[in-house]
């Protein structure tokens, strides 16, 4: 019995090498879709920049979502594992928030349906933000009389202070952190001096040697999916001793630990391409500390294919042209407990 | 021997009880003064930004200048002992980046004479940011290439990566961090109307009791005095064997800890007011969790006086008057390492 995530990935193997005439290149839209459930609003965003940045979302009072998606710079915190709280190291690292909103799934192995089911879980997991329940977040908020105002614009009412609302505006907040407009868009849109002469040519060789074939769509994370579908392939696809040995990929069995699933064993959601020239190291373990070395290790593992020295130079200069437009934010002001302390561990 | 600032403290401490008219209130300054040897640039502020936020000046990655001096908050960490790498907790809380620009010295025992000087000391503090040395640092900085163009743009030269650099655009960003225009400063500027009458009860009451006597100047901190210079105070001037027994003040020996100089036991700098109603807990070591308490204890140990619960409730509705203007800052984009991991820890 396969899962829908299994037949897609097995398509996209199947049409692994295309001619790049055949490839539809598409450019990301310059907004991310909203969920009907949770429609974006100034104040929403607001609220949830606020909260994405707060440390007070975390028990020591020190992390904050943005420690580990930093949005200062490519979204995520280039290390092999975050540090959550009393300095525990994480076992995968931080994907991108930037351009997560394009995913229909979140998390390496997809065990959230939504950017705002993914929201809840960092904060109380005891590895990472280490809040002992969102009860207590919420009381931390309520005690904030410019927390109860933002909720109350942005939700309506006194009462709107809530783990539900907290992370539907975090959420909203980050369906505003979306990274058009790169060389590649550029390109594809009909500006054709926007993406260098090496970077054409790696445009083609990534069609043509198969990477498009699961790393397509406008994120470059596959073909664009309902929310809660998902997008999956199995990493490594293809066993390799050398490279096990180096790099230790299959010790994480992916989506399985979320599923329990058999058939889900090493499987992973394929991550967006979106600036992956900033967001070393690369892999959910985080191993491989270059882009070249990561586009060999595609190469072989997911490919079967030797990339030459010449075609994984190609390949990384066509993705650094996937560096997109970062949106310029302003610091939130973070709400005081006013007079008094907050109970940090 | 007398230490210039003793001279200084011991002259407060004289004219403590003083009527509120003969007070000269101060408003705060729009903006901080430059030492003649690091003045303020658009492309010195814009690095300094990009360096005071910036996690790649600890040896984790993980932390900033700002992690412990929040700038989206009150510019500390409202912990008593901040957090550095490897999970270590400082002795001494944060003192707020906030106005800093306005003491004389840095650090709660001064023993930073500038801004710049103070720069230098965490990001190679093993307790703190952890980096081995600034050389590590500037190895960091200068595999950055748009760190590489902002030092340029604001020093000149390719060559002018170095940590001297670092740390002036890190002040010269610091003295953008100013909060002018509290309701006290729209008082003192000659809005009677921006001050409750309880707050203004409260400032009456903080010039007769002999608060003014030390917190005194635009900052709230003392005189305005020459950078390097100084204003320090016993703290607690007065022993109290209760007080001593709940808050455990003395086991800090203040400013000896830095000049080993017997007649510096106990002496810190005197604090900046301004927002004091947003940086709980209090003191040097965060161990008094309200504002409240905290009039209470000065009233105690620094002028011998057991304030009534009326004169508390009045001088720190007073304080609240000091919470100013905090200023809107578009968050920096850090520089990235293209292409590969940079060495975290």
């Not at 994120?219 to 997008?231: D, R």
């Not at 190291?281 to 593992?301: E, R, S, W």
């Not at 020295?309 to 709400?335: S, Y």
């Amino acid at each position: 019995m396969f899962t829908i995530n299994q037949v897609l990935a097995a398509v996209s193997l199947a049409v692994a090498s295309l001619s790049v005439s055949a490839v539809e290149w598409q450019a990301l839209p310059t907004k991310a879709p909203e969920p009907a459930g949770n429609p974006s609003t100034p104040a929403k965003v607001e609220l949830g920049k606020m909260l994405f940045h707060d440390v007070r979302l975390s028990s020591n009072g020190v992390l904050s979502c943005n420690s580990c998606h930093n949005v200062m710079g490519a979204g995520d915190d280039n290390r092999a594992g975050s540090i959550g709280v009393k300095n525990q190291v994480g076992g995968r690292g931080a994907p991108t928030v930037y351009n997560s909103a394009f995913a229909s799934v979140q998390f390496w192995d997809g065990r959230a349906p939504s950017l705002e089911e993914q929201a809840r879980g960092p904060v109380t997991n005891p590895a990472e933000m280490g809040m002992k329940s969102w009860d207590d977040v919420v009381v931390r908020l309520k005690a904030m009389p410019e927390y109860v105002k933002a909720f109350s614009a942005a939700f309506g009412g006194e009462a709107s202070v809530s783990a539900d609302n907290a992370v539907k505006a975090i959420a909203a907040y980050e369906r505003t952190l979306i990274t058009p407009n790169s060389a590649y868009d550029q390109y594809v849109k009909g500006d054709k001096a926007a993406l260098t002469e090496q970077q054409v040519r790696g445009m083609n060789t990534f069609a043509e040697v198969g990477c498009v074939g699961c790393h397509s769509g406008p994120a470059f994370n596959g073909p664009t999916l309902p929310e809660g579908t998902g997008f999956y392939q199995k990493f490594p696809t293809i066993e390799n001793g050398v490279l096990e040995a180096k790099y230790g990929f299959t010790a994480d069995l992916g989506r399985y630990e979320a599923t329990k699933n058999d058939a889900d064993k090493h499987f992973f959601k394929v991550p967006t391409l979106r600036n992956v020239a900033l967001t070393a190291p690369y892999f959910h373990n985080g191993k491989v500390q270059t882009l070249q070395d990561a586009v060999k290790v595609m190469g072989k593992t997911q490919l079967n294919k030797d990339l030459t020295d010449a075609q994984v130079a190609d390949i990384t200069a066509f993705l650094n042209g996937l560096t997109g437009e970062f949106p310029k934010i302003e610091m939130p002001r973070l709400p005081a407990y006013p007079n008094q302390a907050f109970a940090a561990e």
